[in-house]
């Protein structure tokens, strides 16, 4: 795990990490509970913002001089060949990571498409924060994600925001880059920027299997006496009335509400 190497933190080669108004650190939590941000905190059909962001990354690259055909191309390709398309644009165009951020995510009309939710507010609200940390982790840049969680009105019971930090030289490496999710380094990275106890719970949900799976391999999928999946995949789009496991064995919900469901020891009734 990246942690404090001769008198520096290694993590922050990995991550970026923003404390909130409530920040305590993990060292004498008995778990940790990682939230996604986007997609997973709001609702993406509501909101149609992957939508709006994939509108804004194509117009970004129509400034660098492309058609619709070539812009549509090379941001798929680059998407499947680096997870973020960020990481192509610099490796290929050299261009400025803050201006990137500014005209994709920096313009999204959050305020006219966010808005908090009472009854999601009142269920992170039941968490004990005397045993369990709560921390955001998120790929997008700090901006964007303080930015959401102020909407919602949950940057008050969301801890800190572990960050995918766009100025981070890793993130563009050309051998193993490790600064965003799913790569491992970045979940380790995130449990020692919070400075969570090595035995400690791990619990994370997000609407991305693939980051799922990358949770789970690393050992997120345990949590000693617990006995649900503490890894959970969030699916919006298939609609249940309950938690329900996956073929490959991960437990799938379409509301954050069906949380206490599966992991009853982290809500207080």
Known sequence: MPGTVNGTEAWRAHVGFEPLATYADAHDAQAVLWLDIDNTLYSQVDTRIPELMADRIRDYFRGLGLDDHDAEQLHTHYYKEYGLAIRGLVKHHTIDPMDYDEKCDGSLPLERVLHPDPALRALLERIDRRRVRVYALTNAYKTHARRVLSLLQLDTVV??????????????????????????????????AVHAAPDAHVYFVDDSMQNIVAARALGWQSCGTCHADPAVYFDELHPTDAPRTLDNGVVSVSSLQQLPRVWPGVFAP
């Not at 801890?159 to 051998?175: F, H, K, P, S, W």
């Not at 965003?180 to 449990?191: G, L, R, S």
């Open 159 to 192: 801890q800190g925001i572990v960050y995918c930090d766009y100025n981070i030289d890793e993130l563009y490496a050309t051998r193993s880059p490790s600064s965003c999710k799913p790569e491992p380094a970045f979940y380790t990275a995130a449990q020692a």
